[in-house]
């Protein structure tokens, strides 16, 4: 094996015979897509965040564009996300037709800074420039201060959707699930396998709201309805649907829906597991000149991630340098994220300095993190990273 492949990845599926077993059933039955068992994972999926609706795609990038569609984001729209994101969160926005702005990160939660929200939404309210959607994202799977964006939401008149593609089988500090749609109107979840369960490439979007679920349902599937009381014309016959939206392609098949029925049920199991290993890392790592992630309490966080930040007070090594020693040493670290607003492609559009991010961005190194990785995976892992701090 060449020395730069990595043995222990940062994240991984967590594949079990009945996984495989649920979606082999699939292909041996008459339905491969959008069916039964997608409208069984939506209501299971809703149960299980206790939420009312729930709406699955093909992918987290979907169901956060028909969420800003369904929500009205359009042309001469603003949205607002964490710049501290994957890119989805914000290229939703300009599917649309609108624009993406960012908000800098609060250096002790990585998510989302409430002070800097509520700086910038005065502001806007002033130049009367608020933005429609705000995208706040629970970073690493740790849930946002759900309460203060909520509050500052409804004060400038904004909806909310929640990416929470990290975050499946967290809770917000009050106890309840994330994906509940208690302080949003909309929350979604990603169902990449790197995520903390899989459906291969999947997603879903949550609402407690009827219409706003029915809008969805139409905009997966090229806004074609077969109810007789969403038509605006007499039925033809039997056959007759309409078009009643501009809606896309965006269905998840059986095979993922099977695939999600038989993951979700262990999902409060493996973030359990997540959690026993977030403590040995916080534990054996606490010596080393690293700042360890913030672990939330008393929200509970779905733990997607473990990132480190190298402590540049109490190391000469860089982040490149540790990021080159770890990768050869085996050990698949990764970055999340480089700052969204620093992309090319928005500096073109947005020109600002969100100096947390930036500086988060400098440091940040994302260690091996998922429900599989053994005691002796994470031991090697503790082991190569002192040397690679050495
Ligand atoms: C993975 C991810 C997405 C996109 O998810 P897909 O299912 O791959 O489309 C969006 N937002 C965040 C924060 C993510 O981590």
Redesign the pocket.
């Known amino acids: 094996m060449s020395k730069s492949m990595a043995t222990i990845p940062y994240g991984r599926q967590n594949i079990s015979d009945a996984d495989i077993e649920a979606v082999a059933a699939v292909l041996r039955s008459d339905f491969l897509t959008q069916g039964p068992l997608v409208l069984s994972f939506e209501r299971e999926l809703a149960r299980f965040c206790d939420a009312t609706h729930a709406v699955a795609v093909n992918?987290?990038?979907?169901?956060?564009h028909i969420a800003c569609l369904a929500l009205g984001v359009g042309s001469g729209d603003l949205v607002w996300t964490c710049t501290n994101?994957?890119?989805?969160?914000a290229n939703c926005a300009l599917y649309c037709g609108a624009e993406a702005d960012f908000i800098d990160i609060d250096a002790a939660t990585l998510n989302m800074s409430v002070v800097d929200l509520e700086q910038r939404l005065a502001m806007a309210a002033s130049g009367r420039r608020l933005p429609k959607v705000l995208i706040p994202?629970h970073?690493g799977g740790l849930p946002c201060d759900m309460e203060a964006i909520a509050a500052l939401a409804r004060k400038y008149n904004v909806r909310v959707i929640e990416?929470a593609?990290?975050a499946i089988g967290g809770r917000y500090a009050d106890g309840s699930p994330v994906g509940n749609c208690r302080y949003s109107d909309i929350t979604?979840f990603?169902?990449?396998p790197?995520?903390i369960m899989t459906t291969g490439?999947?997603?879903a979007a949550l609402t407690n709201d009827s219409q706003l679920a029915r809008s969805m349902e139409l905009l997966r599937a090229h806004g074609m309805t077969r109810d007789v009381g969403e038509m605006t014309r007499p039925s033809d016959g039997p056959w007759y649907y309409e078009q009643v939206a501009l809606g896309y392609n965006y269905r998840m098949t059986e095979l993922q829906a099977a695939l999600g029925l038989s993951q979700l049920p262990k999902v409060p199991h493996w973030v359990q597991r997540r959690h026993a290993l977030a403590g040995q890392y916080d534990s054996q790592l606490a010596t080393l000149p690293l700042v360890l992630p913030p672990r939330g309490e008393p929200a509970y966080s779905g733990l997607?991630l473990y990132v480190v930040q190298i402590d540049e007070n109490r190391t000469t090594r860089t982040r490149a340098q540790v990021f080159e020693a770890m990768r050869a040493a085996g050990i698949g670290v990764n970055v999340h994220y480089i700052p969204v607003h620093t992309q090319p492609y928005f500096r073109r559009r947005v020109q600002r300095s969100l100096p947390h991010a930036e500086a988060y961005y400098r440091r940040c190194l994302t260690i091996p993190m998922y429900a599989s990785l053994t005691d002796d995976e994470l031991r090697t892992v503790i082991v190569r990273l002192a040397e690679a701090l050495q």
């Not at 992918?59 to 956060?64: D, E, G, V």
């Not at 994101?85 to 969160?89: E, G, I, R, V």
């Open positions: 992918s987290a990038t979907s169901a956060l994101t994957f890119l989805a969160s994202v970073f990416d593609s990290h979604v990603s169902f990449h790197v995520k490439e999947g997603g997607h």
